[in-house]
């Protein structure tokens, strides 16, 4: 079969030259092109024609598939791309390749423009590509970056973007019928690996994966880095893997709250060298594009050599990064209160970051109601209010377009989604078919504890300033940083060789994360913030005060499962539906906007339960804090007690100084026992409302 030299034109624009065999059919040549099938004109061409806005009846290629829409970005092959970056996107599709990558030298352009050279070079399906990345935020950014450099961005919907637990749970839940969201983590990892090993059903389920990303590939650690070398391990031989890390910036082995530890048995590319290193090529990204700043880039570059210095102690790293970013910064900021209380106005998306979730908390109730967001781990998927609110009384188990339209314009629905948006993300997620869904793998979908992300705000809060942990910024980059940097002695003595590294990369990590400016204060360390096990919350015990002992601490309200769906519904808070629908009308009217609240104990010892409502307004709570709090106050009392040995061990008759951010969709699985304790028809959907309530305010415990 003869090859001829083939141009690619989409509308006027030429985007590629080719080499393919023609196929003749009677008197019309063909040549594929991205599994289809083009006519060949002139001998010499073929014609994508992009779908004009508004047409019924786009031209179609001759498989009488969708045309090509029109790009929204570079090509990943036109792109001004260095040596370095442009080896790594153009390798060979079963390259397996292991890429160094310091902060700002386009880790993540690389991998985006890498998946759409495979698809629009290598011609790969995007079905058959996996990326991983380590936050739900980063897939939302990854798939719409790499949709930014695809001749047909809507080719990216199609690619498997997800975090490791993601496809780790896709893979239990197709295989394994009797799958459950019980026991540990470890345990389920276990079983995925399990299946990995032996089933022949995920063997085959692998055998389609063409190329597999890895992206921030030095934060995969413990438990997954087993499961990713199993995983790579079962792909065929054929299929291509491309792992980018930076172990300079190796930070989530270690905890927001706490001193850091070493993570068990090694990052990933510690563990690809160790056992699969004839298998791999080491590559490296060297130049820094995301600041020009020569004070940014002496960060970056010095940060990084430092910490990657083998004859170097430990001790002297830490301290080598506190002396680099304590000098080499736009402006030492005033003490960390003052700074707090007198932020200027035009902060923008600026960062203010902390080392710790307890300081990051007490800062956000600095600014009081002054517009911010929040992120860090542990806080509740941030789930879009728009599907409580066309959901929460819808009883089927499916739902077609043209009612989901009505019912859109209906109830007024207004978001940052359009309706024709909102119905394309559901049809991909829990799509029947292009004019029905399933209103019932809805709730499914989202009351697993990491829902799809394309239904989900990237942060805690809706505009302002974005106040976190280091590690809650992670892969996030701002025009100006605020890094408030804890005293050296905030964790105490006896921390060791491998914590004193993990406490140096992670102020690193805080640092790179501006683009323009880096500001610098230290943060608060006369009290330091604790961490409750096994829960994670936050807490900071103020034991005296003028001599005196008191038995009082800051406590953490706002974590995961902090308000629940009785609490929000249930028969054994609300007297009725009308009472229900009352509470989460009130709800949905703080949507955008941060309220003052307040948690005030009903009934009696030893089954107080927490209402919260309006501060001037404690008789009608609109949500309910779960058990959970009791138990955490309780023991975060007696911890105190410990110190102050005044036996108040009782949890407080009031929480105050807590905010609502808005509002966001809590959902119960359809076949979850919780639906019967709640009213209808919040028993029936699934589907409420939850305020995104969130405090580190004093509480005082009792006799």
């Known amino acids: 079969m003869p090859s001829v030299c083939v141009k690619v034109f989409y509308g006027e624009k030429l985007i590629k030259t080719i080499d393919r065999p023609v196929h003749n059919s009677g008197h019309i040549s063909h040549v594929k092109y991205k599994s289809k099938l083009y006519i060949l004109q002139d001998g010499t061409f073929i014609q994508l024609i992009p779908q004009e806005q508004g047409s019924n009846s786009p031209q179609k290629p001759i498989s009488g598939l969708p045309a090509i829409a029109p790009s929204t970005g570079p090509d990943a092959t036109t792109t001004d791309w260095d040596r370095e970056q442009t080896g790594v996107i153009r390798a060979e599709v079963t390259a397996r390749l292991l890429v160094d990558a310091g902060p700002g030298t386009g880790k993540t352009a690389v991998a985006c423009a890498r998946v759409a050279w495979l698809i629009d070079h290598a011609e790969l399906e995007p079905n ?8 739900q935020t980063a897939v939302h950014e990854l798939r719409s970056r790499i949709g930014s450099y695809l001749t047909n961005p809507n080719e990216a919907a199609g690619i498997r ?73 079962a792909l065929p031989r054929e299929a291509g893997v491309t792992v980018l890390s930076d172990e300079a910036q190796g930070i989530y082995g270690f905890a927001e709250d706490q001193p850091a530890a070493a993570a068990a048995n090694g990052t990933l590319p510690e563990n690809i060298r160790r056992f699969m290193a004839n298998d791999f090529t080491e590559m490296e990204l060297l130049k820094i594009y995301r600041t020009g700043d020569p004070t940014l880039q002496k960060v970056f570059s010095s940060g990084r050599a430092l910490l990657r210095n083998k004859t170097e102690t430990e001790e002297k790293k830490l301290q080598g990064i506190r002396d680099l970013i304590q000098q080499a910064n736009h402006g030492l900021l005033d003490a960390y209160g003052d700074d707090l209380k ?26 009081g109601m002054r517009p911010h967001r929040l992120r860090m781990s542990g806080l509740p998927p941030m789930i879009h209010a728009w599907i409580c609110l066309m959901f929460w009384n819808w009883i089927d188990s499916e739902i077609t377009e043209s009612v989901f339209r009505e019912r859109w314009l209906q109830k007024k629905i207004q978001c940052n989604v359009t309706v024709d948006e909102g119905w394309s993300i559901l049809v991909r997620l829990v799509g029947e078919s292009q004019t029905r869904i399933s209103v019932r793998k809805l709730a499914q979908r989202l009351a697993n504890g990491s829902p799809p992300i394309d239904l989900c705000m990237p942060d805690f809060g809706f505009e302002g300033p974005l106040i976190g942990t280091i590690h809650g910024a992670k892969g996030r980059e701002a025009d100006q940083v605020r890094l408030y940097m804890p005293a050296p002695s905030a964790f105490g003595q006896g921390i060791n060789a491998n914590n004193i590294l993990a406490e140096a990369r992670i102020l690193f990590v805080g640092a790179s994360r501006a683009r323009k400016q880096l500001l610098v204060s230290k943060a608060a360390t006369l009290a330091h913030p ?6 994670g919350r936050a807490y900071t015990p103020f034991p005296f005060s003028d001599k005196k002992s008191l038995a009082r601490s800051m406590v953490e309200i706002g974590r995961i499962n902090d308000i629940d769906a009785p609490g929000l519904s249930g028969k054994s808070f609300f007297s009725s539906s009308q009472d229900v629908t009352a509470a989460q009308a009130r709800i949905a009217g703080m949507s955008g906007k941060i309220t003052a609240a307040t948690a005030k104990a009903t009934g009696s010892e030893p089954n107080l339960m927490y209402g919260i409502g309006d501060p001037e307004a404690h008789d009608n709570p609109y949500a309910f804090l779960s058990r959970r709090v009791n138990h955490d106050m309780t023991d975060i009392a007696f911890k105190v007690n410990e110190i102050v040995h005044l036996n108040r061990c009782k949890i407080p008759n009031e929480i105050r100084y807590l905010k609502s951010f808005g509002a966001r969709t809590l959902a119960v699985a359809p076949d979850d026992p919780i639906r019967e304790m709640l009213h209808a028809p919040w028993r029936d959907s699934g589907f409420m409302l939850a305020p995104l309530v969130l405090g580190y305010g004093m509480v005082y415990f009792r006799y």
Not at 530 to 535: E, G, K, T, V
Request: charged share 20%.
């Open 128 to 135: 058959s590509i996996w990326l991983v990345s380590f936050t």
């Open 530 to 535: 604790r961490r409750l096990m096994p829960s």
């Open 161 to 233: 973007i997800a975090t490791i637990d993601a496809h780790s749970w896709a893979i239990q839940s197709g295989f394994n019928h009797d799958v459950t969201m019980s026991g540990s983590y470890e345990d389920n990892i276990k079983k995925v690996i399990e299946l990995i090993e032996n089933h022949d059903g995920v063997f085959g389920y692998l055998s389609q994966v063409k190329h597999l990303l890895v992206d921030e590939a030095q934060d995969v650690v413990g438990a997954r880095v087993q499961l990713m070398l199993e995983l790579i391990n």
């Open 342 to 367: 007198n932020l200027p106005d035009d902060l923008g998306n600026s960062f203010l970051l902390f080392r710790r979730r307890g300081e990051a908390l007490q800062a956000s109730g600095y600014l």
